[in-house]
């Protein structure tokens, strides 16, 4: 069996080393504080605990193992408690690489497999040389196809297999095609309508200073309308209406701003280089300007299709694409999980997706009307919870008596109401179900029948008063368990259960087509 790259133990022990030193001295600072030990306790525990944590970092490197061998990915590890895992290649949906800055500086890739049985990696090598983490992923694509084949019967299943390296010599000579490239123009503007609001409060979360810094943000703001900068519940005593709208409307100001920014600069560390090849029957992707990540998606394997646009992209025409394999949805270090495809041109989305997963025009059809009314009254009892919420603060903190500025929120009521219905619906294709919801975020899944695993209809207490229920598709992707499933929302009573029956019937009639198709091509050779 092999071991991971030897630089990887230098970066290992040297990692546990520090961490064992650090804790070592602290841990020998409270000794000595505590029970009146001699000062130079504290520095003489951290070199015994760098030696104590270097050490056992170095006999966890020697006693981690692997290899693929018998179409199974075998890895054993652990130091006190022995572990040995045999995972199958067929159960093996995604290998992912990627590389942190130290991995890149000392040539070194972190290989992820992903499997089907969940959004968790089922093994991940820490790290070996970029030609072996290549070796593995065409190892297992190759392994991938050959099932195929197999399956069809276009490969003898009693033919002697090929070794390894001739297997990864055949995965290595397919033809590698590249379909999407970001360029600075497409990378910016991609940052700038994918902004995330909670970006700078994740980032200040994460920053050392990030409290301090919000603090010297206040005291400015208080500066600027003419309060003491100083933090205490008095400084807004003596607040006016006036300058608390003010302070409120410049904080947002300044949240929004920061938001635009921090946004950007993340989605461009993300995104930067980003990159899209077809390989054979997978999709490929390369991308990253910090940490640089590479995955494979194997098109066999894909279980939904999904094209997502906010409002900024539907005004200049602009989607995402996002593809989701069995219990898998491209890589768990991405933010947004299977992006194929971050930004482009409607259309070229369209067309990239229906070389995935054959589909045509889609006609969705709507909620019926009387669903409009339903969300109008829960858009009503939101505005008149923030109307009481807004009462309730006027009347006991600011009293201004201009609380009824609110009532205005039920002048939006029928608009918001109007545009969630618009925006919601389904298809029924040849090949596919296509589902439709989301106003600011539109999201359309589009599943092929014979990924559809349940089908099942659901009716809430206010849907069943007004005939409705909602009709929900699950396939074995990640989205599917995280509630991402293909739904559609609100459709007539009769005719949920209508759609149900069709999707049953669909299913097994598109698994009996290829079915057949499969002993047509046996029967042909």
Partial sequence: MRRLHPRSAVLRVGRAAVQGAVFGFFVGTALAGSLGLPAWVGPALAPLGATVTGGFALVRYYRFRYEIVDETLAVESGVLARQSREIPLGRIQNVDLRQGVLNRLLGLTIVDFET????????????????????????????????????????????????????????????????????????????????????????????????????????????????????????????????????????????????????????????????????????????????????????????????????????????????????????????????????????????????????????????????????AFRFAVVAAVLNGVGYAVDTFLLESGDWWVLLGLFVLVPLAAHLRWRHRGFALDDDVLATRAGFWSQTTRIVPYYRVQTVFVGRSPFQRRRDLATVTADTASTASVLGGSATAYDVDEETATDLRTELRKRLYTDLLARKRARRMDESGR
Avoid: C, H
């Avoid at 003419?226 to 933090?231: C, D, F, H, N, S």
């Avoid at 410049?250 to 993340?266: K, N, Q, R």
């Fill in 116 to 375: 089907a049985g969940g959004s968790t990696t089922e093994a991940s090598l820490d790290a070996v040389a970029p030609e072996e983490a290549d070796r593995l992923r065409r190892l297992v694509q190759q392994f991938d196809r050959e099932s195929r084949d197999r399956a069809a019967g276009t490969v003898d299943s009693s033919a002697d297999e090929t070794d390894s390296e001739a297997s990864s010599e055949s995965a290595a000579d397919d033809e590698v095609t590249d379909l999407f490239a970001f360029s600075w123009r497409d990378l910016l503007t991609y940052a700038v309508v994918s902004v995330r609001p909670a970006a700078p409060v994740l980032t200040l979360a994460g920053l050392p200073l990030g409290g301090d810094l919000v603090a010297a943000i206040v005291r400015f703001n208080l500066t600027l309308v003419g309060a003491e900068p100083a933090l205490t519940p008095s400084v807004l005593e003596p607040f006016g209406p006036p300058r608390l709208v003010a302070l409120a409307l410049l904080t947002l100001v300044e949240f929004l701003l920061a938001a635009l920014v921090v946004s950007v600069v993340l989605t461009v560390v993300e995104y930067y280089d980003f990159r899209l090849f077809r390989e054979g029957d997978d999709l490929r992707y390369q991308r990253g300007l910090v940490r640089r990540y590479s995955g494979t998606i194997p098109l066999s394997k894909v279980q939904t299709v999904t094209v997502k646009e906010n409002v900024l992209m539907r005004r200049f025409g602009l989607a995402t694409l996002v593809v989701e394999t069995a219990g898998y949805g491209g890589g768990t270090q991405q933010s947004e999980q299977g992006v194929a495809v971050p930004m482009a041109p409607r259309e070229e989305v369209y067309e990239l997706a229906r070389d995935i997963e054959p589909f045509g025009t889609f006609e969705f059809e709507r909620p019926p009307t009387r669903a409009r009314r339903r969300y």
